[in-house]
């Protein structure tokens, strides 16, 4: 069971990356025209004050306080409860999402949008979005340690819920704010994601 399960998280990391590669290579390419744009102009047009505040909210939560903060809560938890296998993965999953994102931006450089007003301040290269990998690096592995202790298909199932909600919902806010491209969150996504699966399938044959 454990092997069928290694190889289900290293097959959804293959096919995550595979999207993140795709992405990568269309905007390298030019591929993607002007569709990015016209989304995040389109965005701006629903903008109204409420759905500011709440999206300016919902983006700290994968802002590189927050998700260090959690990160380090949760780490404290797992050796707390004696899961060192678990502590260590949250860390090579939070580290290693960083460092490719990090050394995405730089390959690529793509420049912040200008197509629409930026509502946060944000600096440094677009793609693929810090956010978006970051929060999904995060919130999916802490939902994958919980579904470990978990019983229930049921509570398993709320969990990865709640963590594929918050992590869109991150997302979303990121173009909603004007910051990002739809591409750059969807990659940051993809590459988070990919990550993430990765190290569950080499720390899941662990026991």
Known sequence: MRTKATFVWLGAAALAFGVFLRITREL?????????????????????????????????????????????????????????????????????AGLLTLGTKLLVERVRPAVAQQLVAATGFSYPSG????????????????????RRSGDRSAVFGGAVAVILAVAASRVYLGVHYLTDVASGVALGAAWVCLMAGLFGVFP
């Open 28 to 96: 390298i390419e030019g591929e993607l025209g002007t569709g990015d744009g016209t989304i995040l102009r389109e965005v701006a047009k629903a903008r109204n004050p409420w759905l500011t505040i709440a999206a300016v909210d919902i983006t700290s939560l994968g802002s590189a306080t927050i998700v260090t903060l959690f990160t380090v809560l949760a780490f404290a938890i797992l050796i707390r409860i004696g899961d060192r296998i678990g502590a260590i993965q949250l860390l090579a999953s939070s580290a290693g």
């Open 131 to 150: 956010h978006s990998a970051s929060s999904t690096a995060l919130y999916l592995t802490l939902a994958i340690l919980a579904a470990r202790h978990l």
